[in-house]
């Protein structure tokens, strides 16, 4: 299919049938979203490129089931504010793979924080629950401005539970899409923080595994802050038994990683953030694609389009950085995320 | 969440736990209100009201439940809803039968906690505006998530393709919630 040069990325010519099967796509990535944490509708494929009528007509649809929702499930939808150990959850932040994230309260002090309560029915073996403490406790030991505050790891109510500094802002992704992202300038700086503060994840033995737009937030004082910790694996986000379609979107997922060829390292954070970057300046993801497993197919098989037609007013040097961690062969990438971030400076 | 959700209840339900059972009962209220009043013919609401055909089919779910020995989702709510099926068959046959006789419906004492002004108010606003949708909205919509079928069955349902079951879907919310907003 053509695609013209305008926003969307299919182009203004789409046939009501196209808009139709993209709809229920996104309707149907939202519904595996609300029951199995699969990709949040907004960073599913069929969504990413999509014109503006359907994101309204997507919008509308999640309005209705919503509301059904609320009355045929009276438990989870009534459900809040409700107690959790010693956490008065308040509101429901966010939904991953792992779990969902609450906006909570510590009881015991008022503190709030973002809870990130891990999916119950996770093999919570001895093995894991002491991996998932040591984990914890590394995260704890890292303090960054521009990475999410950690306060406390443990179990509540059998429920293996993540607490974070609650973090006000709008996420990338969001801020991007209403235009309020600063100029080229201060965004190279913004980004080169960020790779900084991913740099002393990595030096701390953490890896952080989900870096994406949506797990960006930018704060109040125009930060840009990394949320969501190296946690997710604890709740089979790397297992990939279906293409993709359970544990998240492939889209900021290394190809080592989506062909199941190697763990998470510091190189695939890398490539996280390169996609993050490439998708936050070219206004667009890195792949068209209306399904998951033609996405998977692109990344593993083509070069990523390079920054220069598309961001232009982007300096020389730090293109040429991001396009570099988008190599597909790890070892072509910046070895560390702090080599990206001196690259990223010129 | 799944883990938090009306089916979580049916383990502890069975399991002897009475105040799961009830909570089970109670949360399954409001859907089986919903499906009624979508699948009752206008000749049928005339005789009997779609609460107390979900009250029926509460009560024989509750008789009939440790007899329930699925352990999925999907065959959880393929059981409930042939139970319903069967109730609704039943009051069709009675209205049909016998016209001119009141029937009184017995109201065993439910405990139905939570059950608030507000969420009735919210249930009849719904089964009313799915009441106002034109037939194969209404139908994919019950089967959809009343019923919670997958496509593959409500595609062999209603004779069509299982991308045009789901296309169907989308403009039965759309329609829906055009029937919503027209309420203030």
Redesign the interface.
Known sequence: MKRSGGTSAFGDRMSDERRDLLLARAVEAAERHRTSGGAAPDEHPSVLGAPDEVLTDLAEILEVEAAIDHVIEPRTGARLPRRLGGWTLVAEAGRGAAGVVYEAIRRSDRRRVALKVLRAGVEHDAVARERFRREATACASVRHPNLVGFVEAGEADGLSCVAMDFVEGTTLRAAARARTLPGPADLVRRFAEVADALDALHRAGIVHRDVKPSNLVVAADGRFVLMDLGLAHLADADRLTQPGDVVGTPLYMAPERLRGAGEADARSDVWGLGATIWETVAGRPLFDATDFASLRRRLLTEDPPTLDAVAPQFPAAFRAAVMKSLARAPEARHPTAAAFRDAMLG | ??????F??LADARGGDASARS?LL??LR??LV?WCASRMSPALRAKIEPEDLAQETLIAIHRDLDGFDGRERAAFYAWVFRIAENRIRDAADRAGADKRREREIPRPPVTTP?TSAA?RE??QR?SDAIGRLPEDHRRVVCMR??EEKSYEEIAAALGRTE?AA??L??RA??S??AE?GEES
């Open positions: 969440m799944g883990s938090h959700d009306t979580s209840l909570e109670d949360a409001a859907r919903l939570g969420r919210a249930v719904l998530r009343f991308t789901r296309v879907y989308c919310l759309k829906l919630r919503l």
